[in-house]
């Protein structure tokens, strides 16, 4: 499987500044090579490299790879939408492979720059020692700048564990009071995030009002701040499902959300809008599935349609079995449970009959957890 890994590089002065002033420089080239592709109504690397390699040189004083990859970055642009002119803001992403990037070991990178090569020394944390430790790039780097700090966005190649699957899943519900809650009991509770959250929209609220430039320079600095929190809990929260599953041996089940949010956006209210708005549903469950594709986990997906509203126990399917946001009481046959774990216990049941269909699972039964007390 292909990862991307974000690789914090720590340049001098000196070196920033050159690193820079050759990312401008290679976006400067993009920008013209966009209006010739732009004019010849084409994406092919070679009639542009054809048209354009010498000039661009001449130009820009571009190495020669670099000439290459900035024609390929444009080509690749206009494959994806050729109807309108790209332009490509100063601070776009340089393209490097191995004949202009070349990793010293795990401590430092050459790059090639107008000035030639430079030796930039790199920051590695756990998790990247770990999926660069034998592991094999492949194909090209970006390098990108985010908040003045340099990044290079390299891809590996991850192997995959071997598959073991016993044809049971575990199902999983994701929500807002409660972030996750799985089919074994395991909740994931949205309290302090919710708490962050709701302090975050006071605090960015009264920072809109005042409308200063100091006032703005927080606001970018706070969003950056609470995308970096959602992040490091879903990816707290997934690598747990994904450990649990594959020490089980089984399969995790995930509801299709797709569209869930404009379906959903004239039936809650306001607040609750916002609380569902906020946070990254979808993140979450790409977290889970790369890590589970990594750990030879199976990921199913399950139409989300009355999972909080069927009883696992008898099949009844009623609104009125959602007696609150917490509770469920099936008005049938008086199963009763916390409303969450009884959706986390459909989203399994409905993965392991969608297996069962496809003859990929074993003789698995639906048994519903034990009758909740207090309920």
Known sequence: ??????????????????????????????????????????????????????????????????????????????????????????TGAIVYDDRIMTFKGLEAVSLMTLDGRILVPIVLGKYHHGMLGGNRVRGQADLVLHDGVFYLMLVVEAPEDPERFNGDYIGVDLGIVNVAVDSEGEIFSGSAINGVRYHNSKLRAKLQSKSTKSAKRRLKNRSKKEQRFARDVNHCISKRIVEKAKALGTGVALEDLKGIRKRTEKTVGKQQRYRQSSWAFFQLRQFIAYKAKIAGVPVAYVHPANTSRTCPECGYVSKENRVSRNLFRCQACGYAAPADNVAATNIRCRAVCQSAERGDGSSVTCKPPALAVGY
């Not at 000039?55 to 670099?66: N, T």
Request: hydrophobic fraction near 40%; charged fraction near 25%.
């Open 1 to 90: 499987m292909l990862c991307t890994l974000k690789i914090k590089l720590v340049p001098s002065s000196d070196q920033h500044s050159l690193l820079l002033e050759t990312m401008k420089r290679f976006n400067s080239a993009c920008n013209y090579i966009s209006r010739i592709a732009y004019s010849m109504n084409t994406t092919s690397k070679i009639l542009l490299q054809k048209e354009c390699y010498y000039d661009v040189r001449e130009k820009f004083g571009l190495s020669a790879q670099m000439v290459v990859r900035a024609i390929g970055k444009v080509a690749e642009s206009y494959k994806v939408d050729r109807k309108a002119f790209h332009e490509f803001r100063d």
